[in-house]
């Protein structure tokens, strides 16, 4: 099959920014993959009374991962030993952003954040980045002018919830050009008159959604529509891209974004939500909106687009059984969808994905909806434990009505490695972190003995146990020991208390 290289059109309008771009032309690093059986007791230790099946299930996600870990091939353009997408051979950006989040975790053992380097090393002249490239020889899957080429932008994102953890402002400072130059590219060629960004099923990696009219493609053709979770991911790019500008005293070089996320903000908040279903949708190109209800639509929410006077009502679809309350959370397709498939979810008509189920429970944080949160965090790794119980794996989507695997791969970490990692420790423990603000905060959701040794924040090594209690409403008795002075601001149901450890 032939292989796109690096750089081969005949022409290109050089972006600045690219030649910044130090990853270009980086020598990949030597040294041997770390294995999985050598150094399990180097990465983050949960313990859950009497769930032991969650901590297997923990362990083998790091286990699959380790598993996929591969050395850089020069001859192949890539720069940085990385984890592969477990797919079929490719490097997948969309995959990565997700699987550097929980990679993160392990970065004591391993830097799976590197595995992006991977793609800067790819950046064309102009900024364009391919969303897929070849593991063992230089190659990409597509040609530019594909509308499949490329997307979704979730690598600012994934980028921010590193630095968020580490505080590595080192790196912010080296992917801010290729970032940039990438997000410039992507607002040259694949943006609207009205300022709003297309994609398609391949390009927004929901593959086979019905979102577009009939006669289209649902895979590979834009349907002439203005794509709510494109326009919603270029407004998180251009808002994170804004205060890594601030962070690396550079604002001067983001001021554009700044007048885009407004036109962004407007088109979608005016054109892109319907006030009878309170939902948002893809527009149509006579300004008709799809009517399609999509879990897509929820990046709205990660970004912080929705209106405070619009929030409990889009919200409440998540929790109506009719539609996304399903017996696994979250379906990728609303229940109510004539294309929905509530057998094996039908890939992405219903089935249930790590990735977007993460990117809710984000946005649900941001809205402050931590119960329902916790909810849906405890519902889905329920149901993937479960089904580890029966298959001895995890899978790369999961049924939305039984504890079944979905049409799916197995061995898949690959992104569902978030489920018993992520989601366990963020949602289900409740322990977050914010290095701008170095602190940790732990919303204690649990009744049983529970909690995380050989915590990473930072540079620091945290432990953090919470001793059983009777009910939700009792105090929690915490116990943290960390290496460095550090600050955990406990939440629970009746309360909030500060714990700083001192050295």
Request: net charge negative; proline share 4%; charged share 25%.
């Amino acid at each position: 099959m032939k292989l796109f290289q690096v750089n081969d059109n005949l022409d290109y309008a050089e972006d600045e920014h690219v030649k910044k771009n130090t990853f270009i032309g980086k020598e990949p690093a030597d040294g041997e993959l770390p294995a999985f059986e050598e150094n399990a007791d180097k990465l983050p230790r949960p313990i859950w009374e009497n769930h032991e099946s969650v901590i297997d299930c923990y362990y083998k996600a790091w286990k699959l991962a380790f598993g996929n870990l591969r050395k850089a091939k020069k001859e192949a353009g890539f720069v940085s030993d990385f984890i592969d997408t477990a797919f079929n051979g490719y490097l997948f950006m969309w995959d990565s952003a997700f699987i550097v989040m929980f990679g993160k975790y392990g970065r004591r053992v391993f830097d799976f954040h590197k595995t992006l380097d991977n793609f800067y090393s790819h950046q064309h002249k102009d900024g364009y980045i391919c969303r897929e490239i070849c593991e063992e020889q230089a190659g990409e899957q597509w040609t530019r002018d594909d509308p499949c080429s490329t997307g979704p932008n979730v690598l600012p994102w994934a980028e921010w919830e590193y630095y968020l953890l580490t505080g590595d402002k080192e790196r912010i400072a080296r992917v801010f050009d290729p970032l940039l130059a990438y997000h410039k590219w992507l607002q040259l060629n694949r943006s609207w008159p009205n300022g709003g960004y297309w994609s398609c099923g391949n390009a927004c990696g929901m593959d086979n959604q019905p979102r577009q009219e009939e006669g289209y493609n649902p895979w590979s053709s834009h349907g002439f529509m203005t794509w709510i979770d494109s326009c919603a991911q270029m407004w998180l790019s251009g808002k994170t891209l804004i205060e890594m500008g601030k962070l690396l005293g550079r604002q001067e070089e983001t001021a554009w974004l700044e007048d885009e996320s407004a036109m962004l903000e407007k088109l979608i908040n005016d054109k892109m939500w319907d006030e009878k279903t309170a939902f948002y949708y893809d527009r149509r190109r006579n300004g008709n909106l799809s009517g399609v209800k999509t879990v897509g639509a929820y990046w709205t929410l990660l970004a912080g687009l929705v209106p405070n006077e619009r929030a409990d009502a889009f919200v409440a679809h998540l929790d109506n059984e009719k539609e996304f309350k399903r017996p696994n959370r979250i379906p990728s397709l609303s229940a109510d969808d004539p294309h929905y498939n509530a057998q094996d979810g039908g890939y992405w008509l219903g089935g249930v994905w790590a990735p977007t189920n993460y990117m809710v429970l984000r946005g649900l944080t941001k809205y402050g909806y931590h119960t329902l949160a916790y909810e849906i965090a405890r519902d889905y790794l329920k149901n993937v434990v479960e089904v580890y119980e029966k298959t001895g794996t995890l899978w790369e989507n999961y049924s939305p009505e039984y504890a079944a695997q979905g049409a799916a791969k197995a061995d898949f970490v690959g992104w569902t490695g978030l489920a018993p990692i992520n989601i366990l420790f963020e949602y289900v423990f409740g322990i977050q972190t914010d290095m701008q603000e170095k602190k940790i905060v732990w919303r204690v959701n649990c009744k049983e003995k529970h909690g995380i040794e050989n915590y990473p924040f930072g540079d620091y090594t945290v432990s953090l146990m919470c001793d059983a209690r009777m009910s939700e409403c009792e105090e929690p008795q915490v116990t943290v020991r960390s290496d460095e002075p550090v600050t955990v601001e406990i939440i629970w149901k009746e309360g909030k208390k500060t714990v700083r450890w001192a050295k």
